[in-house]
Structure formats: C-alpha cells, structure tokens
C-alpha cells in the first residue's frame, strides 16, 4: 500500500513514532503463606491498586470489601530505594480504619500528608503503586 494518494504528493517529513516508554515498578510480596517471596512487575502510575497487582498474580492476600472500609487487606510496605519516597496519598478510609487498628499513629498521617513519608502500614485496595519499588508484608 503506498502512502501516495492518486495524483498527491509525498508528506514533506513524517516522524516516527517513537517507542512507548511503560516505567514499571518491582512489587515484591512476602508472606510466611507463600513458599517463598514473589517479585512481579506493576506499571507504575495506571491507578490500578496493590490488591489489583496481587490478584492479577495470585497472591493471596487477604481482602473482603475491596474498598477501604474493613481493613482486612491491611499490610506493611517498605520503599526499597534510597531515593525519598514519592507522594503517598494515603486515603481518607485508609487513615480511618489504619489508625483504629492501631497500626499507624496521627504523626504518621501528619508526616505523610506533609513530609511525604510513608507510613509502615497501607490497605492494599487504597494503594496504588508508584515509580518505585517496594517490598510488601503481609
């Protein structure tokens, strides 16, 4: 097929299109439920959360409401770089049901919200993953 039109001539210049540049984040998740820790691959930023990421690939993380009111998908995530952390945007339900489980503190929720300091604990169907990778505990 030509890229000429009958009787039309050629395009002055035609760029290529360059390759898609997809910035992915490893996701390693260890348990003492898993025969052994699993890292996988997450695009980083397409808003899809961590339970998403571990459904995807058979994690078996914990979860009932899938939505950030029971808290059952509760667990530790550790930034593994020596870069300062992104923006963590922790939740409003996230900072309800973390906090009256006592797994993170008003300080905590401060020094995220300000500092961009991640707090030890996240619901997986809060968090979305990030350009960074993490190790996840639970």
Avoid: H
């Amino acid at each position: 097929m030509s890229a000429l039109k009958a009787g039309g001539s050629p395009p002055a210049f035609v760029l290529p299109t360059p390759p898609s540049k997809t910035i992915m984040a490893n996701v390693t998740f260890s348990s003492p439920r898993m025969k052994k820790d699993l890292t996988v691959y997450a695009v980083a930023g397409d808003t899809k959360t961590l339970l998403a990421v571990a459904k995807a690939n058979n994690i078996p993380l914990d979860f009932e409401c899938g939505n950030g009111e029971c808290g059952s998908c509760q667990l530790q995530v550790t930034v593994l770089s020596n870069n300062t952390p992104m923006a963590v945007a922790l939740t409003e339900k996230e900072k309800t049901v973390l906090r009256f489980a006592g797994k993170i503190t008003a300080e905590q929720i401060a020094d995220a919200e300000t500092k961009d300091l991640p707090p030890p604990w996240r619901l997986a169907c809060q968090f979305v993953v990030r350009n960074e990778d993490i190790l996840v505990r639970f």
